[in-house]
Nanobody, 132 residues
Framework: DVHLKESGGGSVQAGGSLRLSCEFS????????MAWFRQAPGKEREGVAD?????????NYNISAKGRFTISKDSTQDMLYLQMNSLNPEDTAMYYC????????????????????????WGQGTQVTVSS
């Protein structure tokens, strides 16, 4: 089993920064791929970024995550992070940490697939609110 717990959300003004943290525990095999998702009211949950056991990262280009957000993992501390810079009101959402065995849904033919249906383990979420 895998357990995930997010922290670090809050309220910031546009242009500000936040760093989200996710404390994880459980089988390393079951959490070889770890990711951040977000869900705004009335919208579907969308992938932000993921990182595999080798440290390879992927970002959702549709939300301009790369260049503004940085996903990282500290395995010595069992922590996953999401550094978010240049925040804007469209980034307001509940942010979730997720984990599963594989990135890209386990496919070797696909890249940059960060989809909620591919992840089995989830945290409870942390709210991020960006005001203009």
């Amino acid at each position: 089993d895998v357990h995930l717990k997010e922290s670090g959300g809050g309220s910031v003004q546009a242009g500000g920064s936040l760093r989200l943290s996710c404390e994880f525990s459980g089988s390393p095999e079951l959490r070889a791929c770890m990711a951040w998702f977000r869900q705004a009211p009335g919208k579907e949950r969308e992938g932000v970024a993921d990182i595999d056991s080798d440290g390879t990262t992927q970002y959702n280009y549709n939300i301009s995550a790369k260049g503004r957000f940085t996903i990282s993992k500290d395995s010595t501390q069992d922590m996953l992070y999401l550094q978010m810079n240049s925040l804007n009101p469209e980034d307001t959402a509940m942010y979730y940490c997720a984990a599963d065995r594989f990135c890209n849904g386990g496919s070797l033919l696909v890249v940059n697939r960060i989809e909620a249906r591919d992840f089995r383990y989830w945290g409870q979420g942390t709210q991020v609110t960006v005001s203009s």
